[in-house]
Structures are given as structure tokens and as C-alpha cells.
């Protein structure tokens, strides 16, 4: 028997992907935030790339100031709740508490962070309001962690920003690619919704930005543009039968559980390909949808894979099993995936080679694909003078952002080559800074 | 095994711990439950003319999730006629001829006085506490505390009592007064047979910040109540110390202020009380902390060989001196143990603003240094410092020479003018006022921005 019962309801999804950051409160905030020791010059702080005061929005928790708290949090980062609850925290600045050089349990600084903004999104007390107008505007492409937050820097410095988005709704992978258990698709629209109604900025859905006539009508309009276009899809893997039907990526297998719960299907027998968080997470998820097996195929050994270790934990602890030390050669089946033909690798000297004549096939009715996300190079192509690195980065000043082509300014996964929401939240905070020197000039 | 239990100036108890006159001794029921769960004694909630009580009587000070570090309470004596209060003593005392029952009294007149003291006899307590102590409400009538604070009348009114009394008589002081020792000695000279303290002290408790108005709260207004519980055990063991030490009070003393454990027990024991008093924490956690308490001093006396209370009552008074009688000779020195230490630099940003900017931060290690020659020895970095023994402050003076500023005046050696070259600080190294300025200013800048702070003159 599985696991977990496939969910039929969206009450049964919900308990099946229980929140792993459950809302605090006041209580469990009081006393959470009565240990923290306060450091100096605190090691959370230099930990989360956002530069969060942790210790001073933790000490107005304690005093219940929790408004001061948020706008603690939300002066460093507009992704605040968000990156309370998707951060990973156990390698961010929960990793650095000084507590875990005692065997002392770290701070839960991202339930406080999500505790503190929680209450004010809730409360919809207003923490910011625009500055006042300068007369520039500014292109925001993609609605992302990046692009958000860049449009909320910028309306603060007194532009005009429109953001354009292809999907439906604003935060990019906060909604569409985040796994379920750790944030819900309400209150991270909440933070949207928080964030808009205090700084004003223009969004326009469902409108891609994909051809170069497009692109000069922006160019034209606005004084800079900003790209938070992060990642494109699954890489593929050019393997024969990577086309069946029930062999998917994951970001497209993660959006489509976002938007859809319990209503989309899972197979009985799912492998998940790849080492990494999303490989982790996309094989949490069909666990928790009721798949009966679960196994991570990953080339290299267990200790090599690229995820973090308490990610690996939480698969396993929902029933994953890792296969290691294979490479898959074929998807097999007729038109649906019926198993996949792995070959036995072995590293040495870090250099993984296949073991001839190791070759067998794993049965299952569902591949999913977690070996990285494409970059968007053919639309990058579009932008004159701007250059991408040798692994398709855009190439941008590290404390402006602005690319090689100085009308454009880019932050996010499609700059670093893909990190967490907090790195493109921190990065678009500075590059519209950055927009703004270069438009101050 | 040890002996816990005691002769209090002539009133027996099977163990030093007694619950002091207040709300938990308000009834036979709650006195009895005491006994039962272990309890050596309590002092009934002082009798006298029955008064009439305000609803919302008690208010706390809670230190960030501690709950009730400080207590204080508006309730006036017992409300409850005499003839039942006296019925239950008389009850307890049959069902427990062995503990000790004592009678807190507070009245008025002369005539009151004789009168509620015989009727208590009748009833069986076995000793008096003459409350001189409440310094709310009562006080306003011209009793408790403005008794405690007038020694003239309140060795008067012992002397009142004392005409009368057959059973022990203790005189329950009160702390709102600049010297304890004249309500103590004035208590001797009318013939008082012991001494307790502290009462609780004047106090507001905090101010409710949306309402304007002090807790506990009474229809929008409130009054100052009287202040108890952990929070006071600083200044109940000063006021025990100060009535043991005076030459001329020579009373048996109980101790009573903020203790909740065995350890505050011994503290209070080892300044001079010959039994403690508690209330707060029986009022916080119920009777049942009496088991900590007697184990923990059991054990405490066993592993001392300590055989009975006598063996360590005042032990450390001859340890306690006036600051001019103490060595300056002796030095210490904070020693941060780098392999215990979790980096949290409390240590540092305390001895650099609080104290003498003895601890220096080092590039590439996030462990303190102590700058020795700056090192005054105040305890304070091993004081704010959460890892058990990570800072110690150890003897680095040879531990041969003795010198006390007494003895420093008396030859001559101790500064005299403002500007004297013998003044402690005077060889000590002080940065220059100015290295303060933009020292930590990173620090009030938000996210990213401390970090890129000086990349992009933010």
C-alpha cells in the first residue's frame, strides 16, 4: 500500500501536503522568539543573501511589535512571507544560527519571518507607499520573485513600472513551482495582492514578450527594461522515448500540481530522474499523490547528488527510494512509458563511466525528467548587445544588474542561473537601484 | 538523614517551609491541602476586621516568555468573618497538632489588639505574625505598612500584644523603608520574639499601554499594589542580611521574598533565616512545589553534612562586608574558552558598550579576544555570555597581597583630588571618543544595503 491515499478532495490534498512551516502563534512566536540570543553582527544575517535584520525583527516579535517586524523583514526582502516558508532555511540562515555550534535546536527564523508578515498581510496594513512620481518608467519582464520585486523597488524610487507576464499570475516558481507543502498557491497570491495594493504598479497577464517588435515597442516606451524571465522548460534529454505519454518535466509537472491538486494524475510506479532539490521534490509530490512507488534514479552516488540533505531526508521520509549509480538509456513502452533501461555507472576519479553490460530496465507508468531547466537563450537573442555567459547566463554588472546592453537590467535565475527565491528577490532590490543610478545620470 | 525541621523562638515545624500570609493560606481547605502535600507550616491570611475586595486583584511581570518574574497584588486581609477563620484554625491544628499554624493580625486599637490575640490562643494557633507589612490599601486606614514605617508605634502596638500573648510573636516588616534595621530593633525593644521579612513591596506592575491605566486593572483605574515573587529575592536577602548582622537585633529571622526552590531556600537560610515564607510560587505552580523544595534541600544538606538548619543558618554572613572591607588585591580576568564558544559575540558588543572595551573582534574567526591590559575583571562578559563555562574569569593576582580601600584611606594611598594620578582609571587605555562614530552604522541600514553600504555610498 502507498503511502499516502491518492486525494480525491482539496481537503484531503491539503492534509496530504501538510504545510512543513506551519503559521505560528502568538504563543509559540513568544516563546520562539524569547531564545533568540540577539548576536552581534548575527551570522543569520550575513547567511540569508537578502540581508535580513533577523535578530531585530525577532526581538519586535518578542515585544509584539509585530508590524515593526514585518517592515523589518520587507525593507530587505518584498518576498517576506514567501521566503519564510520556501526558503532553505536549514542551509540559509536557520544553518547559521550560532545554536547549532551548541546542539542547541537553530532558531525557526522562517516561521517567525512568515508569523510577523503573515499578521500584516492579513491585517493589510500598509508598510510602504510609492514615491513620488519622477516621470521615468520602467518595463518589468516576468512577474516573478525577481520581476516583483523589482517593480515594487522601483515604485518606491517614484517610477512608473509595467510588468508583463505569460502565466496568469504574479510570483513566478513561488506559485507555479514551489512544492505544495511548502507554501499554499493563497497566501503566496496574498503577498502579491499585499505587495500591489501598496506600491501600484501595472500588471499585465497572459502577455509574453517574445518577438523583437515587441521588444522595440518596450524599448521605445520605456527608460529601462528589466528582465526577470528566470528559466525556460525541462532540459531534454534526447533519449529514445523521452515522447511517451506519462514521461513529463518536472516544472511542468510541479506547475500543473500547483494549479490543479488533486486532479492531476499520478502513476502507480513513478522514477524521477535527477539528483537535485526539484528531482527531491517532484518525487515527494508523487508520493503524496499516491503513487505506490517512488524511486530517484540518479547518475552518481547518493552523497554526490546535488540536493540539499534535508530535502533528500523529506523525500525519503514520505517513502522515496533512491536508485544509484544509474544512467538511463531508453524510455521504454509503446505509446505510454512502461519502464525505463538504465546502465550500472560507477565514479572514478570523478568521472562517471557506464559499466558494460549492466543494462536492465526499471518498470514503471510514470518518468519524470528533474536534469535542469533550459535557458531561454533564443529570446535573450533578441535583445542587440547583450551577452550570456558560456552556460547562457545573462551577463550583468554584479551591483547594478545592468547588462551589456545598458538599457536592459536583469536579476533572478536567468541572470544567476537559477537559485532560490530570496537570491532573485535580493538581486532585483539592488538592480532597480542600479536602474535608478543609471536613470538618475 | 538530615534534620529539616525547626524550633522557631519556641514554634515547631517538621520542616523551615511555610506558606506566608496570603491568598493559598485564605482557608482550613487550602492550609490543610498544604499540609498534606508536605508544607511545615503557614501563616493564616491575616485576621482582623473582615474587609471587602476589589474584582482584578492581581498583576504580573512577565520577562519575554518567563510568566510572573514579578507578582503584585491589590487584595486587602482576609474577608472572611473572624469566628470561621478561627473554626478552621482550631481544625487544622486537631487534625495537625505537629505543623505549625501561625495567626497574622492586623487591627487597630489596643482593645483589638488583646481581643483578637486571646481568641486566636483559644483557637490553638501556635504563634502570631503581627502584619506591619501591607503597603497597599491597608496602609491608606493607617495600618500594615504605615506601622511598619512609624517605629515608635509599631513597638507600641507589639508592646499592646505582648501583654497578652502566651504564644511567640513575630513581626512582620516591611520593605518600604530606607533602613530595615530600625523597624527590626524598635520590634525587639517592644519584645517581639522574631522577626519575618520582606513584605511585599509598593509597586505598579506595569501600565497598560492602550487603556492608560497600571495593572491590575479596576474599571479603567488602578492603585499601586504590593510587589512579590522572583523578582524580589535581591532585595529580600540585602533587608535578611542587614536585620542578622545588626549587633542589637538578635531576633530569630523568617525569610520570605521571591522564593520558588530549594536554592533560594538555602540562600535565604544561609543570610540569617531560620525559616522561609513562600507565596508567590505556591500561587504560580500550587502546592505540590513543596517536594522540589524539601528534596532539594535534603539532598543539599547531605551533601554538605549538614545534619540539621541550625548547622548553616548565617553561614555566609561573616562572608558579607561593607565594600570598604573587601580586597583590592584580588583580580580577575575573563578567559573565553574558544572550543566552547558558539560565536554570538554577546560578550563583545557588552564589554564594548557597557563596559571597558576589553573584547576585540578578530578578522576570519568569529570568537572574541580579551585585550588583557583592558580587562577590569567586572564579570559582565560572563554574565551575558548563554554557553554554560565558556567564559570564566579566573585569579591571575598572586592570592598573597591584601589591601582594602579602608586600609588604603588610612595610609594615605587613595585618590583625594579630581584630577589625582591615583585614580583607578587612570592607567587604563580608552579609545578616543571620535573612533565611535560610523563604527556600527551598517547596522541600521536595511538587507543588501549593509553589505554594499561603502560599493555604492548608500
Not at chain 1, 523589518?72 to 518584498?78: L, M, Q
Not at chain 2, 515573587?229 to 525569610?255: E, F, R, T, W, Y
Not at chain 2, 543558618?313 to 558579607?320: C, E, F, R, Y
Request: overall charge negative; glycine content about 10%.
Amino acid at each position: 500500500m502507498a503511502e499516502f491515499f491518492t486525494p480525491t478532495t482539496e481537503q484531503e490534498f491539503a492534509a496530504n501536503f501538510a504545510q512543513l512551516k506551519p503559521l505560528m502563534n502568538r504563543t509559540e512566536a513568544l516563546y520562539e522568539s524569547s531564545r533568540c540570543l540577539f548576536c552581534f553582527d548575527a551570522p543569520c544575517i550575513k547567511a540569508c543573501p537578502s540581508g535580513i535584520d533577523i535578530p531585530q525583527f525577532i526581538r519586535q516579535i518578542n515585544s509584539g511589535n509585530e508590524t515593526g517586524a514585518a517592515r523589518t523583514i520587507y525593507e530587505a526582502n518584498y518576498f517576506g512571507n514567501a521566503c519564510g516558508k520556501v526558503c532553505p532555511t536549514e542551509v540559509l540562515c536557520e544553518g547559521a544560527c550560532v545554536y547549532n555550534l551548541q546542539d542547541v535546536k537553530p532558531i525557526e527564523i522562517g516561521r517567525l519571518q512568515s508569523y510577523a508578515t503573515t499578521k500584516v498581510i492579513e491585517s493589510g496594513k500598509k508598510l510602504f507607499s510609492p514615491g513620488a512620481a519622477n516621470g521615468k518608467s520602467v518595463a518589468v519582464i516576468g512577474a516573478g520573485p525577481a520581476g516583483i520585486s523589482a517593480a515594487c523597488e522601483l515604485r518606491a524610487l517614484g517610477y512608473a513600472v509595467d510588468v508583463f507576464e505569460a502565466k496568469a499570475q504574479p510570483s513566478g516558481l513561488t506559485v507555479y513551482g514551489v512544492a505544495p507543502y511548502k507554501i499554499t498557491n493563497e497566501e503566496t497570491l496574498a503577498e502579491m495582492d499585499y505587495l500591489q495594493a501598496q506600491f501600484g504598479y501595472n500588471t499585465h497577464f497572459n502577455s509574453p514578450i517574445n518577438s523583437r517588435e515587441e521588444l522595440m515597442k518596450l524599448e521605445n516606451k520605456y527608460d529601462a527594461i528589466f528582465l526577470g524571465i528566470g528559466l525556460g522548460k525541462t532540459n531534454a534529454l534526447g533519449l529514445p522515448g523521452e515522447n511517451k505519454i506519462n514521461c513529463t518535466g518536472a516544472v511542468e509537472f510541479i506547475a500543473e500540481l500547483r494549479q490543479h491538486h488533486h486532479e492531476i494524475a499520478v502513476g502507480r510506479k513513478v522514477i524521477v530522474l535527477g539528483g537535485g532539490n526539484t528531482a527531491m521534490d517532484a518525487a515527494s509530490e508523487s508520493a503524496r499523490l499516491g503513487a505506490e512507488q517512488v524511486t530517484l534514479a540518479y547518475r552518481r552516488g547518493k552523497e554526490e547528488m546535488g540536493a540539499y540533505e534535508f530535502e533528500y531526508d523529506l523525500a525519503k521520509g514520505v517513502g522515496v527510494s533512491g536508485l544509484f549509480n544509474v544512467a538511463p538509456l531508453e524510455i521504454v513502452g509503446d505509446d505510454y512509458v512502461a519502464g525505463v533501461r538504465f546502465i550500472r555507472t560507477e565514479t572514478i576519479n570523478g568521472k562517471v563511466s557506464e559499466i558494460a553490460g549492466s543494462e536492465f530496465v526499471e518498470p514503471c507508468d510514470m518518468v519524470i525528467k528533474a536534469t535542469g531547466q533550459a535557458k531561454q537563450t533564443e529570446f535573450l537573442r533578441l535583445i542587440p548587445g547583450l551577452e550570456v555567459d558560456g552556460k547562457g547566463r545573462i551577463v550583468a554588472n554584479a551591483h547594478t544588474g545592468q547588462t551589456t546592453n545598458p538599457k536592459y537590467f536583469a536579476s533572478g535565475d536567468a541572470w544567476n542561473g537559477g537559485a532560490e527565491v530570496v537570491n532573485a528577490a535580493a538581486e532585483a532590490k539592488l538592480t532597480a537601484r542600479g536602474i535608478h543610478a543609471y536613470l538618475s545620470k | 538523614m538530615p534534620d529539616l525541621s525547626i524550633n522557631f523562638a519556641g514554634i515547631k515545624s517538621p520542616n523551615p517551609f511555610w506558606l506566608a500570609s496570603a491568598p493559598p493560606t485564605n482557608s482550613g481547605y487550602q492550609i490543610m491541602k498544604a499540609f498534606d502535600a508536605g508544607w511545615g507550616g503557614a501563616v493564616w491570611k491575616t485576621l482582623g476586621v473582615p474587609v471587602v475586595n476589589v474584582s482584578s486583584r492581581y498583576g504580573g511581570v512577565n520577562y519575554r516568555d518567563k510568566r510572573l518574574v514579578g507578582f503584585n497584588n491589590i487584595e486587602l486581609i482576609s474577608d472572611r468573618p473572624l469566628a470561621d477563620n478561627l473554626r478552621e484554625i482550631e481544625e487544622v491544628k486537631k487534625r495537625f497538632p505537629n505543623h505549625a499554624v501561625i495567626a497574622s493580625l492586623m487591627v487597630q486599637s489596643r482593645q483589638e489588639w488583646h481581643d483578637i490575640v486571646r481568641q486566636s490562643q483559644d483557637a490553638g494557633a501556635d504563634g502570631f505574625e503581627l502584619n506591619f507589612g501591607c503597603p497597599h490599601g491597608m496602609c491608606e486606614r493607617g495600618m500594615g505598612s504605615a506601622v511598619g514605617q512609624e517605629p515608635k508605634i509599631l513597638q507600641m502596638i507589639v508592646e499592646w500584644v505582648m501583654e497578652v500573648a502566651t504564644k511567640p510573636v513575630i513581626v512582620k516588616l516591611t520593605p518600604n523603608i530606607s533602613d530595615i534595621t530600625e523597624p527590626a530593633l524598635a520590634a525587639r525593644r517592644g519584645g517581639a520574639d522574631a522577626i519575618s521579612l520582606i513584605n511585599t513591596i509598593q509597586s505598579i506592575v506595569g501600565v497598560d499601554i492602550d487603556q492608560f491605566a497600571p495593572y491590575p486593572i479596576v474599571d479603567g483605574k488602578g492603585s499601586n499594589g504590593g510587589y512579590c515573587g522572583p523578582a524580589v529575592k535581591p532585595i529580600a536577602l540585602n533587608m535578611v542580611k542587614n536585620c542578622a548582622q545588626h549587633p542589637d537585633i538578635k531576633l530569630p529571622i523568617s525569610g520570605i521574598g521571591g522564593i520558588e526552590n530549594w536554592r533560594d531556600a538555602v540562600e535565604h537560610i544561609l543570610l540569617g533565616a531560620s525559616s522561609v515564607q513562600v507565596c508567590t510560587a505556591a500561587m504560580h505552580f500550587g502546592f505540590g512545589i513543596i517536594r522540589e523544595m524539601t528534596s532539594g534541600l535534603e539532598q543539599y544538606m547531605v551533601d554538605k553534612g549538614f545534619s540539621t538548619i541550625y548547622d548553616f543558618v548565617g553561614k555566609a554572613l561573616p562572608n558579607v562586608l561593607p565594600w570598604e572591607q573587601l580586597n583590592m588585591k584580588y583580580k580577575v580576568m575573563a578567559n573565553i574558552h574558544a572550543e566552547k564558544c558558539i560565536g554570538c559575540q554577546l560578550c563583545y558588543t557588552a564589554c564594548e558598550d557597557g563596559a571597558h572595551q576589553a573584547i576585540r573582534l578578530n578578522a576570519g574567526t568569529r570568537v572574541p579576544e580579551i585585550i588583557e591590559e583592558n580587562c577590569v575583571g567586572c564579570n559582565l562578559c560572563s554574565l551575558v555570555c548563554p554557553v554554560e563555562d565558556c567564559i570564566t574569569m579566573d585569579r591571575t593576582d598572586s592570592g598573597t597581597e591584601h589591601i582594602t580601600w579602608k586600609e588604603r584611606v588610612a595610609a594615605g594611598t587613595a585618590p583625594t583630588e579630581f584630577n589625582d594620578e591615583r585614580a583607578g582609571g587612570r592607567h587604563h587605555w580608552v579609545p578616543e571618543p571620535s573612533a565611535a562614530l560610523g563604527k556600527e552604522r551598517h547596522k541600521t541600514l536595511p538587507g543588501k544595503a549593509r553589505v554594499y553600504a561603502g560599493d555604492l555610498g548608500l
